[in-house]
């Protein structure tokens, strides 16, 4: 079965310092990988995907994703948050073209700090 | 991307009612699906909403529960029927716009059932 680990439940950031976001996931074949970012009182909102290509992929809000196989991680980053990125992030993971398998972690909740 | 408008954003309901929950979207999409946010906790596919045909539950979803109408390719409903506290969550319309596209959501329905 398919699955997302998000270790941290919680971080804080000071404003300006780098970021990185754990995900790690369990799937049989080949994966289609998600960040999404959910704002307080909002939907949630696709920072980037990655399917296949190139295993660094840029996404918006100047945030950036690296697919490791061998360790089965897809790692959120960016070099410095500013106050706006606080928010709750999503991992998400499924099969290419089968959104309705789609499996989401946990979360992981940022704070930002001045 | 398309634009999603779901309605209400949020509702205080008494137990024993029910809500419908609306989702429009501003393009025609090829597959539209409900999820259920419980308090600190990951996305749960509830149903996948199929244009003019009864929608396709998950293990732990029926239709007498979350009632499911799509009449168009632009517009779902989710009713939550004979509301009890455990129903509290926020409630997510999301789209594929075509096939292979990643998942949209909309803004949510924050759900407080007393």
């Known amino acids: 079965a398919q699955s997302v680990t998000q270790p941290d439940i919680h971080i804080t950031v000071s404003e300006g310092a780098s970021l990185e976001l754990r995900c790690n996931y369990s799937?049989?074949?080949?994966?289609?990988l998600f960040w999404y970012v959910q704002s307080p009182g909002q939907g949630l909102q696709l920072l980037l995907k990655?399917?296949?290509?190139?295993?660094l992929v840029q996404g918006i809000k100047g945030f950036e994703a690296e697919f490791k196989r061998s360790q089965s991680s897809f790692n959120l980053r960016k070099p410095s948050v500013h106050w706006s990125d606080a928010a709750e992030y999503f991992c998400a993971v499924g099969p290419y073209g089968g959104n309705e398998k789609l499996t989401f972690g946990t979360g992981t909740r940022l704070t930002i700090i001045p | 991307s398309a634009v999603i408008s779901q309605k209400p954003s949020r509702d205080i309901c008494q137990r024993g009612t029910s809500l419908t929950i609306q989702c429009q979207v501003d393009s025609q999409v090829t597959m539209m699906f409900w999820y259920r946010q419980q308090p600190g906790q990951s996305l749960t596919l509830i149903a996948t909403?199929?244009?003019?045909?009864?929608?396709?539950?998950e293990s732990g979803f029926v239709i007498d529960k979350f009632p499911i109408s799509r009449p168009n390719l632009t517009f779902s409903t989710l009713t939550v029927s004979n509301m009890s506290p455990e129903d509290s969550s926020i409630y997510l319309c999301?789209?594929?716009?075509?096939?292979?596209?990643?998942?949209?959501f909309g803004n949510g329905t924050r759900l407080t059932v007393t």
């Open positions: 799937y049989g074949a080949t994966p289609y």
């Open positions: 909403a199929n244009q003019g045909s009864e929608a396709t539950y």
């Open positions: 999301s789209v594929e716009e075509t096939a292979d596209s990643p998942l949209h």
């Open positions: 990655y399917f296949s290509g190139d295993t």
